[in-house]
C-alpha cells in the first residue's frame, strides 16, 4: 500500500521561507516520478512542481518557477520542495504525488494516482 505524508507546512511571513517534505512508502520510491500540486480555497488544485525518478529533470509551473526547487533523496524515499520568497497568492494546501505507473515525469495532475493528505501553507502580508 503507497503512503505518501507530507510535512513542513505553516504560517510564514511574505519573503519568507519554508520546506515541505513527502516521505513515501509501499513501494520502491526511485522508480516513480513525484510532483507537488496545491489547491487554494476555491480554486481547483493545480501543479507546482515535478522531478523526474532520477532527480535529473524538474518541472516547474511559471507562478513558482525561480523561487520553487523540487529536490528528492531517493535513498530516503523523500521529496523536498523549497519554497522561498514567498507571496501571499502561495497560500493553498499543498499535496504530495507519485505516478502510478514508472513512466516518464509529468505535469498533468491526472497521471498522479497516489496523493499525501495534504498540508497547509499560509502565507500572510
Known amino acids: 500500500q503507497v503512503q505518501l505524508v507530507e510535512s513542513g507546512g505553516g504560517l510564514v511571513q511574505a519573503g519568507g521561507s519554508l520546506r515541505l517534505s513527502c516521505a513515501a512508502s ?5 522508480s516513480y516520478a513525484m510532483g507537488w500540486f496545491r489547491q487554494a480555497p476555491g480554486k481547483e488544485r493545480e501543479f507546482a512542481a515535478a522531478i523526474s525518478r532520477s532527480g535529473g529533470s524538474t518541472y516547474y509551473a511559471d507562478s513558482v518557477k ?3 526547487t523540487i529536490s528528492r533523496d531517493n535513498a530516503k524515499n523523500t521529496v523536498y ?7 501571499p497568492e502561495d497560500t493553498a494546501v499543498y499535496y504530495c504525488a507519485s505516478r502510478s505507473i514508472s513512466g ?11 496523493w499525501g493528505q ?3 501553507v499560509t502565507v500572510s502580508s
Do not use: A, E, W
Open 26 to 30: 509501499g513501494r520502491t520510491f526511485s
Open 66 to 68: 525561480g523561487r520553487f
Open 81 to 87: 520542495l523549497q519554497m522561498n520568497s514567498l507571496k
Open 104 to 114: 516518464p515525469v509529468t505535469t498533468t495532475l491526472s497521471d498522479y494516482n497516489y
Open 118 to 120: 495534504g498540508t497547509q
